[in-house]
Structures are given as structure tokens and as C-alpha cells.
């Protein structure tokens, strides 16, 4: 008796593209971080900084043409050292755990290489970043409350960040 298979669904896996950030993707990227993080976002000293400097570079992650998940560099100084302070890092629900986070943040550290930097500042889990080359920047003192363990410099050159961290508008 020859045994014949049943078909079987073939499922389409629609590829996740990340891009440089448009500005015709601001309204979406800020809908999916209200969505990520909630308003509790905008007490943070975090937000403060971000919404004084200039964005220097953001990165989109689409699923066809739906937005699913997004990072952002901002225009920043720590004391003498020329930066970018990154985040917020948001990922549609759906679409978490499958290392788009991990994506995002690499293309931010591969733009930032590219832009005569001294390194990369973010506020965020250490044992996340860390995987990435972010070390403590004990030094680096925000202007606000933030939990000091979690403030970490990717360094990019030799200046260390040492001082005050600055939004460049």
C-alpha cells in the first residue's frame, strides 16, 4: 500500500526589514512607544533629555508595511565626549523574543561608528547591553533621577564620559 502525504499549509513568512527612520514614520514610531512603554514614559529623566536634542538617527523594523518596532539616537554630550544617547527601543507585542530588539540595537551601534563619535550612552539593563560592549558610566551624571546601575557608554574612542549629559538641539 503506498502511503500518500496530505498536503500540508505552506505558511509565508513575510521578511522584517529594518530601515532608516523617514519622517513620515514619526506619527507610527511614536504610537508603538506610547503602545511599548505607556505615558509613565514622560516622568522619566530619560525623556527629558530626549526631547531637548536633536534626533540624530532612528531605525524602523517593518513587517511588510506594518511598523514593528523602532530605536532612535539622539544628538547628546557627556562632559568633552560627542555621543548619542539610545532609545527608547520599542517592539510591537507580537513581536518580541525573536531577537528584533538585538537587531535594532545594532544597527544603532553601526550608525553611531559611522558618525565621528566618542560613544553610545543609554539607560538600561545591563545584562542586556552588556552582550553589545556597553559598560558602567558611573560618571556620566543626568540631570535627574535614573538608577545609576543602569546607566552605561559604549565606547566608540578613547574620551571617556565623565560630566554632565547634555541634549544637543
Known sequence: MNAVAAPTAVETV???????ERSGDAAAVDALVLAAFGPGRFAKTAERLREAA???????????????????????????????FLGPIAVDAASRRGGLGAELVQACIDE???MALDGVLLVGDPPYFSRFGFLPAPEAVLSGPVDRRRVMWLPITEVAPVGLVRSVA
Request: some cysteine; charged content about 20%.
Open 14 to 20: 513575510t521578511p522584517v526589514r529594518i530601515l532608516q
Open 54 to 84: 536633536h534626533l540624530a538617527a532612528g531605525f524602523c523594523a517593518y513587517e511588510g508595511e506594518r511598523l514593528i518596532g523602532s530605536v532612535r539616537l539622539w544628538s547628546i554630550t557627556v562632559g568633552e565626549a560627542r555621543s548619542v
Open 112 to 114: 553611531a561608528k559611522t
